[in-house]
């Protein structure tokens, strides 16, 4: 085991970005949308576009690490592609803490006095285990709890979601090469302790979004 040196942490502000959709003052529903590993918010949220009917707002929190992808050389240059990731297993726990306080600090401030708006929270891929962490320690409500693509992260325990009653839709694409039915097995047994009885929706396509399957949510959520 290599010897490090111990760290010490610093607080210091960070200029985060929030791609939208829709107008500043919604009349129905706020959507607040995750995006995946690798991905940033504006091209994230180009697959929303059908769900801006005037009614909603739609807002991508983009996750607060930057990086440049697929070059192991460390060279990069104007047409290197860049993404973001929400936290890496690097001093997870502070990640954590820190991706919460900010998505706590987006919708707080997107709903304002306006509580009497839906909310729905909808992760992608690694942006599903990014929303489960913040719904589970989250005071705001939420019609539903969307994960696209992933399940419960490996840690959430039945007591954690027995604490912060959801509605849980779990969506998952039939031609996804990365899904895991010992995974989703687990997910069932700890959703099951809770008490709890999400909603599994399956589309026929791979590991991504699928439009026609989020237009039948919307539109089953009524929201």
Do not use: C
């Amino acid at each position: 085991m290599i010897d490090l040196p111990p760290v010490t942490r610093v607080r210091t502000p960070r200029t985060a970005r929030v791609a939208h959709l829709g107008p500043e003052r919604a009349e129905r529903s706020i959507w607040v949308v995750l995006h995946g590993y690798r991905q940033l918010a504006p091209w994230f949220l180009r697959h929303f576009r059908s769900l801006d009917d005037g009614s909603r707002r739609i807002l991508a929190p983009e996750a607060l690490n930057r990086f440049y992808v697929g070059d192991p050389d460390g060279r990069h240059g104007p047409d290197a592609r860049i993404g973001a990731t929400w936290m890496t297993r690097e001093d997870r726990d502070q990640e954590i803490d820190d991706y919460v306080e900010y998505l706590e600090r987006v919708l707080g401030e997107a709903t304002g006095e306006h509580d009497e708006l839906s909310v729905v929270v909808l992760g992608f891929s690694q942006g599903a285990h990014t929303a489960a962490r913040w719904m589970l320690r989250s005071e705001h409500p939420a019609r539903a709890v969307v994960l696209w693509g992933e399940g419960l992260p490996h840690d959430t325990t039945a007591e954690e979601l027995k604490a912060r009653p959801r509605r849980w839709v779990l969506i998952r694409g039939d031609a996804d090469r990365s899904r895991d039915p010992a995974r989703e097995a687990r997910d069932a047994e700890r959703f099951l302790t809770a008490g709890l009885d999400p909603e599994v929706r399956v589309h026929a396509a791979g590991h991504r979004l699928h439009t026609p399957t989020l237009e039948e949510l919307a539109a089953d959520l009524g929201v």
